[in-house]
């Protein structure tokens, strides 16, 4: 029996005790598949104890002398059959979960008491709300299933609730599942009531690790296999006079096991004060009677979903909140590894557009992720332009968070059948059949000879701890602690000694590219402007590159409206901000931003002043060219005018749209001051980029230019405008693809990516150990490739083949990268049977392909995917999601 306290009062929390607690459903389900096409897809199987059964199943474990309850221990599934029966989930004491990398759990079912204080006017289970507003919509949905939320159990901190009406247990979600987008923009604050409520049913919002109990971790270590073997070992030889060799067995191996304990425990010990967090957070609380709001300082353990709570600066966030309004600036480092600030904005934009298709959209965690605060982020400032405070509304708490899902992950680490654990069990197996082959011909000998029983028994027996090296679990554990404490000295840590046996067992390991091969900085290297060609009547004859800019001071600005414009692109397309008076954000954004000896100014710098003030962030010229008169002619009116002009020229940032790896693109519509329009600056991949702008604009030699800069290395960005004759309220409402079309190519901006100083050297390291190495980026083909060059990934006598495939084309295309009209000689892809024939497999050569290509193959040509991941070393132009695919894919190759 479990007691969980709550704010002072006591809920009890019990197993089911009878079939009557529910009434059976008119059709029996005892099985069912929860979580199905993910990665904690299980199958649910329900029992019920049945008192025959547990009787005869104890008689069997004191026949056995307890080895039979040892064998329930390794296998728990064994143990639930034994002395249950099968039962209805509705009504199941017991659940017995197999997931899908074979593994078994049994968990218990427990409930809520419905009839607990019934008369208490507190007890939120008895509670109807009064003076429900017209915001309830979801509210009524809600307040049934909560009702319905009585029986659960607890499987890897998620807790699985069952729902009469579906007749099944499904994952407790927090409040942003099955709503739409428009739920966010009419939410009203949770009353005292109905925290209570949403309290029970979701528990504390605590990730807090307790430590396991000395006692259970010597259980689970001494209680493996071959530790039971040694004992019984031990006893044989103690019995047989071996006292000397048992007792330094013995001694060895309680060592071992106290080192083992000690090193699991300090570590579990450094993971829980890593995770474990506590703050202050101001909830507002919605008063029913008086129809007003009160805030409320409360410990964030006690956080629900639903609560709406005041997002401050300097803080840390202990769950997963929707922004309501406002702007803040974050740190996600703890989730993502990146320590670039990341800018989240109220959801949604078009939050006051009733008739906005957005509104209707279905809420999701990944595709409307730049709304969202992650548990474990840091807040670093709050901006809110209006009267009023930077607020959010809490969708998840506790394990079901991103912080949450990231300490499960660490907790309960996806398995992996690694041959070192196959090749173990296939040695003990091979050892115990020699072992019974040496038992019996000792048996049958020792009889021949007429030897007293006890010596047959004895010696017979022996024969056991002869094959099987009873002093192997101690030379492995004193192994494992060496290597821990070689790795603590690196400040690596592990909670699970035994992974690292595995690590021996690596022989492939994929990097990014940028950031991880090469320096975390770029260097501007140049920008190539768009340059027009002009007849005397002032008509364009032709669109071309110019030439290489290494200084913004050589653009030509004052003749050219696309060198003014590219200047403006580059000046003015990120997410920079300023924290405490310092310029952050992207390094590469603060490279261009340099380069075009641009400031950015914001006029409201602290919090306070930031809830009055209604600027956009302004970006400027650090030494703007007034008194310089404008230029006659075509260009009369335009922003090279606006520059040169006796106005101030600033650009203000009316709207940002954040890079998006699926979209290969960032955005911002900006007003520059005077002029009468909004402009939407483009900057991105150059593919995407040509993709989207208007044709007349792309020089005729685009992909040969491209292809020059990439083959060297160079990280390459392309910039683009267009011209906007919205208002200002469409501006904020407008979805981005509806605007994201048609633009004018400016230019190409190149990027010199150098390669770390030590990347060479870590992959001669791991050639030498005969690891494979691969690269998995999301820049360019051409760029990845010469980048795999530089660093010896792909030796230079290699030849590198890329594979291209369609939707449209149902056969891949293999040709020599960055060599045109060859026939690949290396192998061939025969249609008829969707196999990869290699004809050459002396000559040595590597697979390159694009993420489009990937995942064309992934889905039609599995045989090829397979070949594929062998022998491929460049996967350009990733997606995030294309990436965990290919590692995945490569884990299941083994």
Known sequence: MTNHQDNGKSFELHQIGSSNDMPQSSGIRSYQIVNDGTDDQFVLYGYNRSIARTIITWIFIFLTVGFLRLVFYWKPHWFVRCYCTRADLAVAQYVLLKDRYQQWYVETVLKVDPNLNPNDPNDSRNFTPANRSRYDHFSDQQQTDDRAVHRYFVNKRWHYVWHEAEYKFTKLLGVENNVKCDYFSQIRPLTVEERAQKKIIYGENSIGLRLTPIFRLLIQEV??????????????????????YASCIVFITVVSVILTLREVRKNERALRDTVHQSEVNTVIIYNPETHEEEQRDIISEDLVPGDVIVIRSSSMMQCDAVLLNGNVIVNESMLTGESIPVTKVQIPYYQSSADHPGLDEPFSISEHNRFILFSGTSVIQTRYYGAG?????????????????????????KPVDFKFNTDTYKYVGGMAIIALGGMIFSLV?????????????????????????????????????????????????????RSINICGSV????????GTLTEDGLDLQCVVPITHSYDASNTMEKIEFGSQTTEVTDLNWRDEETHSMIIVCMAACHTLTRINGELAGDPLDLKMLSFTQYELYEPAENEQANFDMLFPTIVRPINSPNN??????????SVSSL???????????????????????????????AKDSFDLLTKGS????????????????FNEVLSTYAKQGYRVLAMAYKPLELNYVKIQRIEREKIEHSLIFLGLVIMENRLKPQTEGVLKVLSNANIRTIMCTGDNMLTALSVARDCDMIPDDAKIIAIEATESDDTPTFTYAQ??????????YDQSSHRLIELDRRTPYHFAISGKSFQVVREKHPELLRRLCVRGTVFARMLPEQKQQLIETLQELG
């Open 389 to 413: 405070e930077v607020r959010g509304v809490v969708i998840r708490t506790a394990f079901n968070t991103a912080k949450g899902e990231l300490i499960r992950s660490i907790l309960y680490p």
């Open 445 to 497: 000998m020792r009889i021949i000879r007429g030897e007293p029983p006890g010596v047959i028994i004895k010696r017979t027996i022996d024969v056991t701890t002869i094959a099987v090296p009873p002093a192997l679990p101690a030379a492995l554990s004193a192994g494992l602690v060496y290597a821990q404490n070689r790795l603590k000295k690196m400040n690596i840590f592990c909670i699970s000694p």
């Open 819 to 828: 060599v045109y009209n060859r026939r690949v000689k290396e192998v061939r």
């Open 223 to 244: 209680l493996s296999p071959f530790y039971i073997f040694q004992l019984f070992s031990c006893i044989l030889w103690f019995a047989d006079e071996y006292v000397t």
């Open 628 to 637: 310089i008169a404008p230029p006659p002619g075509r260009l009369s009116g």
């Open 686 to 701: 150059p593919e995407k980029i040509a993709e989207l702008s208007r044709p007349e604009t792309i020089p005729k030699n």
């Open 643 to 673: 520059i040169a002009g006796n106005i101030p020229f600033e650009i203000g940032i009316v709207r940002q749209l954040p890079f998006s790896s699926s979209l290969q693109r960032t955005s911002v519509i900006v007003r520059i001051l």
């Open 507 to 514: 022989n492939t390991v994929v990097f990014d590219k940028t």
